[in-house]
């Protein structure tokens, strides 16, 4: 699965209205430089627990600076594996 084109994906369902103001072009990325805000990080990862089958309170341990060491938090603690990036963005939106 491309992680990077799961968190660019994802980012339209968190904040659909402001979506384009918001990307990464890099797993590399540092966070902060993406344009998103703690609330729509909040959301991601809320987003990634339901799509990997993380609990809430190891969801809520996620501590990253770059967008791939973000999305592999949730690959490393998943319970689920979905099968495509289409299928991950179709459970949550």
Do not use: C, W
């Not at 660019?8 to 209205?17: K, T």
């Not at 966070?31 to 799509?51: E, F, N, Q, R």
């Amino acid at each position: 699965m491309d992680h990077l084109e799961l968190f660019n994906r994802l980012i339209a369902v968190a904040r659909p209205v402001n979506a384009s103001n918001a990307h990464a072009k890099s797993l590399e990325d540092n966070i902060k430089d993406t344009g998103l805000d703690s609330l729509d990080m909040l959301m991601l990862g809320v987003y990634l627990s339901d799509i990997f089958g993380v609990p809430e309170a190891v969801a809520k341990e996620v501590k990253a600076e770059k967008v791939g060491d973000f999305v592999n938090y949730f690959v490393e603690k998943q319970t689920k594996s979905p099968e495509s990036v289409d299928s991950a963005i179709k459970s949550v939106s």
